[in-house]
């Protein structure tokens, strides 16, 4: 028997007070006593460098969903940080960072809590701030969205992040940084903790430039400064390297034009690609955002019971419940098909470049009157939604948990808005490398936009070979 939820108008008012009663402000932590952040509640664990070192190490924080040796891993989660016990060994992503004497871990960074929303807030570590916020408050962007701002702040060099749908590429584009999202399987997830680690999840590197990315990349996988020097040599210009160009509907037109711009000035071959392209490619975004939401359900549904765990994160994880049912086995089933036409692009281009974000990072808000506003729009958008088709196979384990009808529909449309506006998830979903950097934007409120630039399977060397040309012509 399928269970349809019914919703009053009164129930959800109701749900959205005392939630937001509950929870608090989500720019607000609610620990923030006990944890002191030295920029903005970038850190959760912060250890100072050492001062006066001759040369100076190379500074390295840690997203704090990666096992660091005898730290918790919290995995930006109250309930985590207070029921886990130390890790017990390093993830193995950071076995070649612990070999290098040059190399200082600085500490574990933040992150929206189970590494799921894609704005980057965190409602119990608190948010941290994006360096181009000023009196209207800018999203810092998710996951990884301590890993952007440690580099932003210059509280690292290297960040360490993970990308699931575009959690390393959209903090980056938030922050005006550069992150790398690696192929699928290049660096090793275990000690990570997933949200789908057999289809999705990657580690990968975030810094201020794309040298610093290289110095990144050469810190998760042994001998990469050498491909990057040998991808350097063999397209030393940009004359010699074809970008197709992708061109998707929706797009603020300041940002295409950048974009365009940014490819025109270091001199690429630019290739548009065609309609039918784009259709595989909106067709990818679907499914891949189908399968990230409904993994969220199969890693994390455990935690729904547990008090510690925000309402923001029950209702993605109760999202997924939905997708899971309806979407997700059918997303799965498309997924060779949009390999093979990654493959078809890849004989005709060398990369596939595009916005990374659609628009400019959303402002928070945290006014009660614009979240019930929010909350009774998506009511009425997913009133006669099949995400609300739970079975009850699904929901009769959780039928004892005091969830109000707002957090079943997801806290707030701006996570909604993020998945909608962010161009990266078609990459994970082909489990390809892409690569996040930032190019001016002018005339707007932020002096910066992101480009993405697309590469076929192990490309990562080359990308960021392309991506310094791009850096070297502003």
Aim: aromatic fraction near 6%; proline fraction near 7%; hydrophobic fraction near 40%.
């Amino acid at each position: 028997m399928m269970i349809k939820p019914r919703f009053a108008p009164t129930r959800i008012l109701t749900g959205l007070l005392l939630t937001f009663l509950a929870d608090g402000c989500s720019l607000l932590p609610k620990n923030a006593e006990h944890h002191p952040q030295p920029h903005d509640h970038t850190f959760i664990v912060y250890w100072p460098p050492p001062e006066n070192v001759t040369p100076p190490p190379l500074k390295l924080a840690v997203k704090d969903n990666i096992d660091l040796k005898g730290v918790i891993t919290t995995a930006g989660s109250e309930y985590l940080s207070k029921s886990r016990l130390p890790a017990i060994r390093d993830a193995g992503c950071l076995a070649i960072a612990r070999q290098r004497s040059d190399v200082r871990i600085v500490g574990k960074v933040n992150l929206s809590e189970f590494a799921v929303s894609p704005s980057g807030i965190n409602d119990y570590f608190g948010t941290p701030r994006n360096p181009f916020s000023g009196w209207r408050r800018l999203i810092p962007g998710g996951s990884s969205c301590g890993s952007a701002n440690a580099v932003a702040t210059r509280m690292a060099d290297i960040a360490f992040g993970t990308d699931t749908a575009g959690s390393v590429r959209v903090p980056a584009a938030c922050c005006g940084v550069v992150g790398l999202k690696t192929t699928f399987g290049l660096v090793s997830l275990d000690g990570v903790f997933p949200i789908d680690a057999q289809h999705l999840d990657t580690v990968g590197p975030i810094a201020r430039d794309v040298a610093g990315t290289v110095q990144g990349m050469d810190l998760l996988q042994s001998g990469f400064a050498a491909r990057y020097a040998a991808a350097v040599a063999a397209k030393p210009t940009a004359q010699t390297i074809r970008i197709g160009r992708l061109r998707l509907r929706g797009t603020d037109s300041r940002i295409d034009k950048a974009i365009d711009q940014a490819l025109a000035h270091a001199q690429f071959q630019v290739i548009d690609l065609d309609d039918s392209f784009r259709a595989k490619w909106d067709q990818a975004k679907q499914d891949g955002t189908a399968v990230a939401e409904a993994a969220t359900w199969l890693s994390d549904a455990k935690y729904l019971n547990k008090l510690g765990v925000s309402s923001r994160t029950k209702s993605i994880i109760l999202l997924g419940a939905g997708v899971y049912t309806t979407q997700y086995r059918q997303a799965l089933s498309r997924r060779d098909a949009w390999q093979r036409a990654l493959h078809e692009v890849f004989q005709q281009v060398d990369f596939i470049a595009l916005p990374t974000l659609q628009s400019l990072p959303p402002k928070v808000s945290p006014s009660l009157k614009i979240d019930l506003l929010k909350a009774q729009a998506r009511v009425d958008n997913w009133q006669n939604s099949d995400l609300l088709n739970f079975t009850d196979s699904l929901i009769t384990p959780f039928t004892s948990i005091p969830v109000t009808s707002l957090q079943l529909l997801g806290i707030d449309l701006l996570e909604a808005q993020m998945l909608n506006i962010q161009n990266t998830v078609a990459v994970n979903y082909a489990g390809n490398p892409a690569l996040a950097l930032p190019i001016p934007l002018h005339h707007a409120s932020m002096p910066v936009t992101s480009l993405q630039l697309v590469g076929p399977p192990r490309s990562e060397a080359e990308l960021l070979a392309a991506g310094r040309l791009v850096e070297s012509h502003p």
